[in-house]
Structure formats: structure tokens, C-alpha cells
């Protein structure tokens, strides 16, 4: 049997432009073992991304702020202490970069994204000054607790799948995902991703982006026969 599969979006399962390459669906939803979509984005988008390819509702969100496995949700940390360093950042004369309509933040929990063209330096400084941190996933910096992270998600999601973590295979591509992979038995990381990824992984695949998911989900299968 193929190990339960814990896969990043952005960057793993999307072509360069962003959008879900479709030809991911189908090893997906034939994954003969627990699948996790686990994400930097907010609690709705990997919801919705499983209800629409039909698998199970196992995700973990906001870069391990929340875990949900069929209709046990868990939240794994709260905004306020992210939100007050969003309040600081805005008083210093600094905004968000998604406009007036924020839809990047407007269902998030647990943490706050800034655009990756505002300037880092000082939300770092602000956020230290809280005792948080600021990940760059390549698409966002994420303002949170230091100890909320996909790896520590990905223990309570594998626990309440009657799993050990170690028993799960795990492909991404940026910061967030290194915790993640320290955490499971084999990861692999995409051609695209970024030092913190390829650091922690256990392997490259020599494709980028969607292919290197497709890569990296062929092997996996294949060392389980």
C-alpha cells in the first residue's frame, strides 16, 4: 500500500502561472491512502479544492493554524497576536498590498498574510517584537506563532487518522513545507522549491512545479510495491 500523502498547492500541485494543473486530480483521488492538503492559504481554499476533486475533507491550513479531518476541526493557534502586529505595521505608514478588498486575509484565523512587495524589514522587526515570526512562502509573507507550523498540524491530523507521522510522505516547495517534511518518513521537494524546502527534503525531483508533484507521486508509489 502507497503511505498517506501530505501535498502543498501553491507551487507543488499549480503550473508556473498559479492555477491547478488538472492532471494532478486523478493521482489524487486515487491515492489508495489518506491524502492531506496542506497550505498557506486560508481554511476555505483547500476545503473547497477537496470538495470539488471529491476526496476526503483532510486539510491543514494557514500554514498549520488549522486541521480538519471529516468534521473534526481543530484551530491550532488564534489571529490576535498576528493582527496586533498588522496594526503596527499599518500605524508606521506600511498596508497589506491586496487593495481595499483584502480576500487574502478576509477567511483567515490564525495568521495574516502581507504582499511579498511590502517591505519585509519592518514587519520582521515588529513581529520579534510580539515574539512572532514572518514566513515567505514565495507567494505571501505570513505573520504567526512560531509554534504553529504544518509539521506540528500534520502529528494531530496523522493521530487522528490513527497514523504515525513518520508513516507519511510529504511533497512541497517552500518554507512552510520544511517543517512538514522533519516531520514524515520520506519528503520531496519540487525542482522550484526554495533552500528551506530542499534543505529538509529527503528528495528533488528534477521537474518543477505540477510536474514535480507527478515526479515525486510516481516514485512514492513505486517504492511501496
Do not use: C
Not at 502561472?17 to 483547500?46: I, M, N, S
Not at 522549491?193 to 513505486?222: C, K, M, N, P, Q
Amino acid at each position: 500500500m502507497v503511505p498517506p500523502l501530505a501535498v502543498d498547492i501553491d507551487g507543488t500541485l499549480t503550473d508556473g502561472d498559479g492555477a491547478v494543473d488538472p492532471r494532478v486530480f486523478a493521482p489524487l483521488q486515487e491515492w489508495e491512502a489518506p491524502v492531506v492538503v496542506a497550505t498557506g492559504k486560508a481554511f476555505p481554499y483547500p476545503v473547497a479544492l477537496a470538495h470539488f476533486l471529491r476526496i476526503e475533507r483532510t486539510v491543514i491550513a494557514e500554514n498549520g493554524g488549522i486541521s480538519l479531518v471529516g468534521d473534526d476541526l481543530v484551530v491550532h493557534g488564534d489571529r490576535t497576536g498576528a493582527q496586533a502586529v498588522i496594526d503596527e505595521y499599518e500605524s508606521r505608514g506600511y498596508d497589506l498590498g491586496w487593495g481595499e478588498l483584502d480576500l487574502t486575509n478576509r477567511w483567515r484565523e490564525t495568521e495574516v498574510a502581507v504582499s511579498r512587495d511590502r517591505p519585509l524589514e519592518p514587519l520582521e522587526v515588529i513581529a520579534a517584537e510580539q515574539g512572532l515570526e514572518v514566513v515567505d512562502t514565495g507567494y505571501a509573507y505570513h505573520v504567526k506563532d512560531p509554534t504553529m507550523s504544518k509539521g506540528r498540524a500534520l502529528r494531530s491530523v496523522a493521530r487522528r487518522l490513527d497514523y504515525d507521522v513518520t508513516d507519511f510522505a510529504a511533497v512541497g516547495d517552500s518554507q512552510n513545507d520544511a517543517h512538514m517534511f522533519e516531520e514524515v518518513g520520506v519528503a520531496y521537494a519540487v525542482a522550484n522549491a526554495d533552500d528551506h524546502a530542499r534543505e529538509a527534503a529527503d528528495y528533488v525531483t528534477e521537474a518543477s512545479y505540477a510536474d514535480g508533484f507527478l515526479e515525486a507521486a510516481e516514485e512514492i508509489a513505486a517504492a511501496s510495491e
